[in-house]
T-cell receptor, first 117, second 116 residues
Framework: DAGVIQSPRHEVTEMGQEVTLRCKPI?????LFWYRQTMMRGLELLIY????????DSGMPEDRFSAKMPNASFSTLKIQPSEPRDSAVYFC???????????????FGAGSRLTVL | GQQLNQSPQSMFIQEGEDVSMNCTSS?????WLWYKQDPGEGPVLLIA?????ELTSNGRLTAQFGITRKDSFLNISASIPSDVGIYFC????????????????FGQGTILTVHP
């Protein structure tokens, strides 16, 4: 099992540029999560999907952020236009469970470190 | 929103010492998870707790789900240098409306440093 795969691992871009982060969840997992980690705010949930459908995007900071999951094996998080305050590590995680009787144990990818100059 | 207060924020210990950290909340959680994050990597699950009062071990790690369902602790016995990292507690509960089950809330993390 290759685990959750994220790309790129590192991205340095200039303010105003579009950034696209990619995630491949573990095969068979039907829930996918995007988190952002910063020193100041810790791990913040941005959005999560169940069976490719966005369930809760209340954590998305603003309209510059968007996420899609066109199929069960791929998701993207896009920032357009990017700003220096978007600099953070972005994690994708997936889980096999969904619902009140299951424990939503998340497996995380290695993260994408974004620096916006 | 739901807040998890994790303490201590950081610990500096000698190899061989035991470590204890805890997580508290004003809200009830149905599941408690403990993760460890190494530099440059994502958090990795250490222990999952599903029932109030549950005590679970994973090697030198022991975690408990508090009886009130509002707290959890993690103990590490006989620490070794590779225990260095950031430890996160995380809690899971459905939304009040019962329609959303995915929100896992994380504590702020405990930074552990182990001196050889």
């Amino acid at each position: 099992d290759a685990g959750v795969i994220q790309s790129p691992r590192h991205e340095v871009t200039e303010m105003g540029q579009e950034v696209t982060l990619r995630c491949k969840p573990i095969s068979g997992h039907n829930s996918l999560f995007w988190y952002r980690q910063t020193m100041m705010r810790g791990l913040e949930l941005l959005i999560y999907f169940n069976n490719n459908v966005p369930i809760d995007d209340s954590g998305m900071p603003e309209d510059r952020f968007s996420a899609k999951m066109p199929n069960a094996s791929f998701s993207t998080l896009k920032i357009q236009p990017s700003e220096p305050r978007d600099s953070a590590v972005y994690f994708c995680a997936s889980s096999p469970f969904w619902g009140p009787s299951g424990a939503n144990v998340l497996t995380f990818g290695a993260g994408s470190r974004l620096t916006v100059l | 929103g739901q807040q998890l207060n994790q303490s201590p924020q950081s610990m500096f210990i000698q190899e061989g010492e035991d470590v204890s950290m805890n997580c508290t909340s004003s809200s009830i959680f149905n599941t408690w998870l403990w993760y460890k994050q190494d530099p440059g990597e994502g958090p990795v699950l250490l222990i999952a707790l599903y029932k109030a009062g549950e005590l679970t071990s994973n090697g030198r790690l022991t975690a408990q789900f508090g009886i009130t369902r509002k707290d959890s602790f993690l103990n590490i016995s006989a620490s070794i240098p590779s225990d260095v990292g950031i430890y996160f507690c995380a809690g899971f509960r459905p939304n009040a409306g019962g329609t959303s089950y995915g929100k896992l809330t994380f504590g702020q993390g405990t930074i552990l440093t182990v001196h050889p």
